[in-house]
C-alpha cells in the first residue's frame, strides 16, 4: 500500500514537473507575412546575417567593454544555431557579415534584432522559480528573397519567452513532503542553473527555424513528414505531420 502511494506521489511529481517546466520557454508571438506573393519553394540555401539590437532593453550585469563582448557573443551563438538548425527542416545554411554582398538566384537572407532581454537571477531560478528571477528575450525575424533585383522581405518572425516559470527547491518542497521532493528538488535546481540568456537563444532558433518549416509546408513547397510547426505562445508544440494524421 505505502509502495502504491509512493509511486502515485512520484508519477504525480514527474508530470507536474514536466507541464510546469515546458511553460518556461520560447514561443512564436506572431508570423506575419509582408508580401502578397511570397515564395513558394525551397530555396537553395539560406544566409544569415548577424542579429541586431533594436532597444536599450539590454539588462545584464555587465557594461562597457564587457557589454559589448556580451552582445558579440550573443550574435555569434544565434547566428552559428540558425546555420546548425536550418538544414533539417528548411535548407542548407551560411552565416555571412552584415554588409556582406549577396547572390542573387532562388535564395534567402535571414535578418534580424534582440528586441529585449533580461538577464535575471540564476540563483533565484534554481531555489524559488515560479518565475523568481526570470530571464526574458524578445526577437524579430524578417526574412528575404534575394531572387530579384533588391532583397525583398516576406515574412516576419516574433518570438517571445524566457526562464524560468518552473518551481524552485522551496516551491517543490511546499508541495511534497515525502520521496518524490528529492527528485523535483533535483530536477528544479538543474533546470534553473541551466537556463537563461543561452537556452533563452538556443530555444529562440528552434522556434525561428520552426516557424520557416511550417510556412514552407503552408505553401506546399515541402510534405508534412518533413515539417515542423512551432510552439506558440499559450500552446504546447507538435508536429505538423501529427496533427495532419489525425485529421485523414
Do not use: H
Not at 534554481?126 to 518565475?131: D, I, K, P, Q, R
Amino acid at each position: 500500500m505505502r509502495c502504491s502511494l509512493i509511486l502515485s506521489r512520484l508519477s504525480t511529481a514527474v508530470l507536474l514537473v514536466i507541464f510546469l517546466s515546458s511553460c518556461a520557454s520560447v514561443s512564436v508571438k506572431d508570423v506575419a507575412c509582408l508580401d502578397p506573393n511570397p515564395p513558394s519553394r525551397l530555396p537553395e540555401k539560406v544566409f544569415v546575417a548577424p542579429f541586431g539590437f533594436s532597444s536599450q532593453e539590454i539588462r545584464v550585469d555587465r557594461s562597457g567593454a564587457d557589454l559589448e563582448d556580451f552582445k558579440f557573443n550573443l550574435r555569434e551563438l544565434m547566428t552559428r544555431n540558425l546555420v546548425r538548425r536550418l538544414p533539417k527542416y528548411v535548407a542548407p545554411a551560411e552565416a555571412v557579415a552584415v554588409n556582406a554582398p549577396l547572390p542573387r538566384g532562388n535564395f534567402w537572407l535571414i535578418r534580424g534584432n534582440f528586441d529585449r532581454i533580461y538577464q535575471g537571477s540564476r540563483f533565484l531560478r534554481a531555489v524559488v522559480g515560479l518565475g523568481a528571477g526570470a530571464t526574458l528575450m524578445d526577437t524579430t525575424t524578417v526574412v528575404y528573397d534575394l531572387s530579384g533585383p533588391y532583397p525583398l522581405p516576406f515574412l516576419r518572425i516574433v518570438t517571445t519567452g524566457g526562464s524560468n516559470i518552473s518551481p524552485g527547491i522551496g516551491g517543490v518542497a511546499t508541495i511534497f513532503m515525502s520521496g518524490p521532493m528529492a527528485l523535483t528538488n533535483l530536477f528544479n535546481v538543474v533546470d534553473g542553473a541551466r537556463s537563461g540568456i543561452t537556452f533563452d537563444t538556443i530555444r529562440t532558433t528552434r522556434e525561428i527555424n520552426a516557424a520557416l518549416s511550417e510556412f514552407l509546408y503552408q505553401r506546399g513547397a515541402i510534405p508534412y513528414k518533413k515539417a515542423s510547426r512551432p510552439k506558440r505562445l499559450g500552446e504546447f508544440p507538435e508536429w505538423i505531420g501529427q496533427q495532419d494524421r489525425a485529421k485523414m
